[in-house]
């Protein structure tokens, strides 16, 4: 499953580079920006599934800022002697970016953010008949994040990401931003 959704997104990255126009960078105030993401969390090496959302504003004497939300979704094991413990995070916050402005012609949008989340973390233990308490997992999440994304149309974007943050989190991400 998850290889015939990353092969889907593969697929559909082709196929925006083929139909691109040269275009300059589209980071527009007051304009709305969301997409989904599929990544590689460094945490249990598992993929992951999420979604960006940000609102752009301009702040004056500081520049082109983007606030909103995100959302990701990913699960991993670890196999012990005799059993296995499976855990299963969904992470829900708010993010603000700094878009940093490029002269000329290029249809790159760099930017450089915070995120602020929690982590509804779960825990699971099967195995052979021990009882140990389930162990605490999750929580509030703080991360930076650095990414860029190149557009290939006036409304289509390709985003890269990576991110660290608390709870041993870091991620490398690729998703589709849509602009509305």
Known sequence: M??????????????????????KAQYTIEKHYAGPSIGLSFLGSSFQFGG???YAININNFGNIGIGGVLRYWGYSDS?????????NILIGA????HFTIRGNEPLDPYAGIVLAYDGGSVSYS???RNYPTPSHGGLWFGVQGGIRYWFNSNLAVTGRVGFGTLSYGALELGLDLKF
């Open 2 to 23: 998850i290889k015939k959704i990353f092969r889907y997104f593969i697929l559909g990255a082709i196929i925006c580079l083929l139909f691109q126009s040269p275009i």
């Open 52 to 54: 960006n959302y940000e």
């Open 80 to 88: 012990f002697t005799g059993g296995k413990w499976s855990y299963t």
């Open 95 to 98: 993010q603000g970016n700094y």
């Open 127 to 129: 195995g052979p008949g």
